[in-house]
Structure formats: C-alpha cells, structure tokens
C-alpha cells in the first residue's frame, strides 16, 4: 500500500512538472473550452467576386477596419498593402485603435514600425507575437491577445502623399459575454527623436575626449512613458547612425511607479537586447533579434533590433518610464525611432505623437559624404599631401 501510495505522488509530480513544463500556449492548447465564439471582420468582398480589399484610401483619409460592439478578444491580425513599400511608405500609414468606447486611442503608431519594418523598407521579421514576411515583409501579422470589455475600433490614416491602391486584412477575434476582470488592454505608442551630441563633442569610447556619467538618465532617449497600472511587454527599437562609431553604448534605464533614479539599470544596448559585443548579423530568436542590420562601413546606416518580455514582463503599479541612452551619457546623434508594447488595467491615452516631419527617414550617409569628411580633415592637418588617415 505504501509503494502504491509513493508511486501515485510520484506520478502526480512528474504530470505537474510535465504541464509546468509545457509552459503556457501548447500546454493551455490542449485544454477544451466553453462558451467561445470565433468572429472576423475582413476585407472579403461582400458581391462573392474577388475584390478582396479596401482600395482608393486617399491622402488624409481615414479608413475603420474594425468597428464591433460588447466585449472580446482580438487574436489575430493580418495585413497587406499595394503598392510596395519604396513607392508607398508604410511610415506614413498611421494605425490607431480605441478600447472600450474611449474618444483617444491606445495604440497608435506607424503601420511598418508596429509589425517590425523600420523607416519606408520591407524586409522579413520574425518574432513570437509579431512577424512581416514573406514575400519580403509585405505580410503584416500580430498575435497580440487585445481585449476589450465595451467594444473596439481600428482604423487607418493615410498621411503618404498619394493613394492606397489596396488594403487586405483579417482581425480574427473571441466573441465572450463578459470579460474577465483581469485582463488588461492592449497599448502600443511610437516615438521617435533626432538626438542630440553632447557640447563637448562624441566622446564614445573615449576617442575625441573623456567621456562623462550619467547617473539619473535625465537627457536619455523615452521609449515609454505611463501613467496607471499594468506590465511592459515588448520593444522594437530602429536606429540610424550616421557615423561608423558603434551606437550601442547606452544602457536602459527603468523608473517605475515614480521613482527619482531608475531601479533598473542596464549595461548596454545590445545587452538590453540579449545579444552581446557590437552585433550586426541578422539574428531572429521568437523573444529578440537583429531584423535589419546595416552592411555599411563600421556601424553607420540603419538597424533594428526588438525584444518581447514574454517570460519578464515589467511591472508597475502607478507608471512606468522607459528611456535609454544614445551612447554613453548620452553622446551620440542617432535617428531613433521606438515601438513600446505594453498592457494597462484600463485603457488608456498616450503621449503625443511624433509628426510625419518628424518621424522621416534621414537620408543615407554614403561614400560622398565620408570623402567630404576627408577633405575637412586634410584641411584642418595643414593638407599634407601624404595624409593616410589614421594620424592623430
């Protein structure tokens, strides 16, 4: 009796272990449900024949994708558009979507950036919640679960300069009776800033003068800025440097509910997004990666790099405010843009927008401009004709 005993605890350890280990989504896959009802909204033609889209959305017109009453759960959303990226700027499509009937949206940012596809580029991404791809980037897709208690809108505003030939998409979503009281909702807010070099110059690694401390974070790069409670959960973070200077030297900083100093505190940009020593190769892990690293000289020209806190989300009770650095106490000029993902109580309004003059891609710095350069420096070492490019 007592082995029999001993082997059921045993058996009942081992199945507990076996789900804890099978984690959550293919673990909770296998479990049966009630009282759900799978719903669509999607551009299918409504005559039967195949003019599956929206299409002639003008410059400065608004389009609602999704409009739906009572309470849910967003599941899914795909999406493409015509034409192209390099003729139609996915930077300038502008999403927005609104919670529970509230007059203010809590997700808004440029098409492109909230999948994964910096600046006006398409190129494939591959993340847990988000992806774009193939044929290179153009299919746009989230699995963010988005609820909403008292109904939801998503619309498009086309700031492009020209027409929307074609929008296809589906929202896919849960039809419940009532929400569950626990559920937050969903928000996403882009940012995006020209940042400033210090007076003295840019002084990374020490190699046109002394570098500085930065011990509260106060001139840092703001990628989320809340107020109320919830949990952060994702970032994707597309730099442009135009110098060869490795950008990454800046470390996140973390203030949560409040705080005068960040309670966490990193170590450096590419260990913020789990990968280490100066990266640029692609790399696609489902919670971080390099979705789009630059093949220019040193580290000039565009990259990106996301990590999703699936596992770690951050939490906070009364605000969270998310910045980091652009170089070490911040001594860079970088182009950064930002797409922060998170979860609040209720939903809830965001920080202003960046205008679509603020957010425009910065041109390339190419073999002209560094030869440019040269020409200031030969100048400046009195034009000695034998000038190789390494004399101090």
């Known amino acids: 009796m007592k082995k029999t005993v001993i082997f059921i605890l ?6 507990a272990g076996i789900a804890q280990e099978l984690g959550n989504e293919m673990y909770d896959l296998s479990k049966i449900r009630s009282g759900l009802k799978n719903k669509r909204v999607s551009s299918y033609d409504k005559t039967g024949k195949n003019g599956d ?3 002639g959305i003008k410059d400065g017109e ?3 994708l999704f409009d739906v009453k009572g309470a849910g759960i967003i599941t899914h959303i795909w999406i493409t558009i015509a034409p192209v990226p390099e003729v139609l700027s996915r930077n300038d499509i502008i999403l927005r979507i609104y919670w529970d009937g509230k007059d203010y949206p809590s997700v808004e940012s440029p098409i492109g950036p909230f999948f994964g596809q910096g600046w006006n580029e398409r190129y494939n991404f591959s993340s847990f919640p988000l992806a774009a791809g193939p044929t290179n980037g153009t299919g746009l897709v989230s699995y963010f679960s988005m609820p909403f208690g008292n109904g939801a809108r ?3 505003e086309n700031q492009t300069g020209r027409t929307i030939d074609a929008f296809y998409y589906y929202v896919d979503y849960l039809e419940v009776d009532k929400l569950p009281k626990d559920l937050g909702r969903f928000h996403a807010w882009y940012n ?3 940042t400033k070099a210090l007076p003295e110059g840019e002084t990374e690694w020490g190699l046109v003068g002394l570098q ?8 840092n790069y703001v990628f989320a800025d809340i107020k109320g409670k919830g949990h952060f959960v994702g970032l994707n973070y597309y730099v442009h440097s135009p110098s060869p200077m490795w950008y990454g030297e800046g470390d996140d900083m973390w203030y949560i509910d409040g705080e005068a100093l960040p309670s966490l505190v990193g170590t450096g940009t590419e260990d913020f997004f789990n990968t280490s020593w100066c990266p640029k190769e692609p790399f696609y892990h489902p919670y971080y990666g390099y979705a789009r690293v630059n093949n220019d000289i040193g580290w000039l020209g565009r990259t990106h790099v996301y990590r999703f806190f699936i596992n770690d989300p951050i939490y906070f009770e009364k605000s969270l405010k998310a910045t980091i650095e652009h170089g070490h106490n911040n001594n860079l000029t970088l182009d950064i843009g930002t797409v922060a993902y998170w979860y609040q109580s209720e939903a809830s309004a965001l920080p ?7 957010r425009k891609p910065k041109p390339m710095i190419g073999v002209n401009e560094i030869h440019r350069w040269r020409h200031e420096w030969r100048k400046n070492k009195n034009n000695d004709p034998q ?5 101090k």
């Open 10 to 15: 045993s058996m009942m350890i081992a199945i």
């Open 53 to 55: 889209r929206l299409s």
């Open 62 to 64: 608004k389009a609602v």
């Open 154 to 156: 998503i619309e498009i």
């Open 192 to 194: 995006h800033e020209l």
């Open 212 to 219: 500085g401390e930065n011990k509260d974070g106060k001139n």
């Open 352 to 358: 202003p927008a960046p205008s679509k003059e603020l």
């Open 387 to 391: 000038l190789w490019g390494n004399e």
